[in-house]
């Protein structure tokens, strides 16, 4: 009898470990689940891009629609040139597309496609220029040009002193201030520390005010 009672105990044992495991197991994926939903809450994208993981061309149609604008704003900007920007949003959108399942929600969506979009864009860019030029719009950082440190009495009207920034201060301005991006997003999408985000948008904007105010 000994062995008999051993072997139920046994038995109980293993039961009783499995159901804790089970239990376990779907305390984590129920954990990961309520994650997932709250990551998807707060950036309503997320969806989107699970879907466009998963293939579903309507998904990448939906995530077009809604940032095809501002991405083509930030692309003509950056380039200068109205057509090969509309050009590097569609080599911006078929990126996306390919690798939707690499990412990883460590950032917005939104601040993850203007990543992908300023990668292309500095492609882009480079295809189009002399290698020996290859130090602006992007690999420069706040060098003015002879015409941008001309008289500012020239500068009335806001669109044509912020052409007058310096590259780096005026896209650091348009992520924060035109797209919404806080300064952490801008740092990912420029590649730089917060800390240098924070003292371009402070120069930019003391710049801004000098070209301003010289024109009034």
């Known amino acids: 009898m000994p062995s008999l009672a051993a072997g139920n105990s046994g038995g109980e044992g293993t039961e009783a470990h499995a159901l804790v495991t089970n239990s376990m197991r779907n305390y984590i994926t129920g954990v990961l689940d309520i994650a997932q939903n709250h990551a998807a809450d707060a950036d309503p994208d997320l969806r989107l891009m699970q879907r466009i993981a998963a293939q579903d061309q309507a998904a990448l149609q939906a995530l077009y629609d809604k940032h095809a604008s501002g991405l083509l704003h930030y692309l003509s900007g950056r380039l200068g040139d109205d057509r090969l920007a509309e050009d590097v949003l569609q080599e911006t959108m078929l990126a996306i597309w390919q690798s939707a399942r690499r990412f990883r929600g460590q950032c917005q969506v939104r601040t993850w496609l203007l990543t992908i979009a300023r990668r292309r864009a500095i492609n882009a860019y480079h295809r189009q220029i002399a290698p020996a030029s290859r130090n602006e719009p992007f ?40 797209h919404g991006l806080s300064l952490g997003e801008t740092a990912w999408v420029l590649h730089v520390a917060p800390g240098t985000v924070k003292s371009r948008l402070h120069r930019a904007k003391a710049r801004l005010r000098e070209l301003m105010d010289a024109g009034e």
């Open 139 to 178: 690999d420069g950082d706040e060098q003015q040009t002879a015409e941008q440190q001309s008289a500012p009495g020239r500068y009335l009207d806001l669109n044509a002193a912020l052409l007058a920034l310096p590259e780096a201060q005026r896209e650091t301005l348009e992520l924060v201030f035109y």
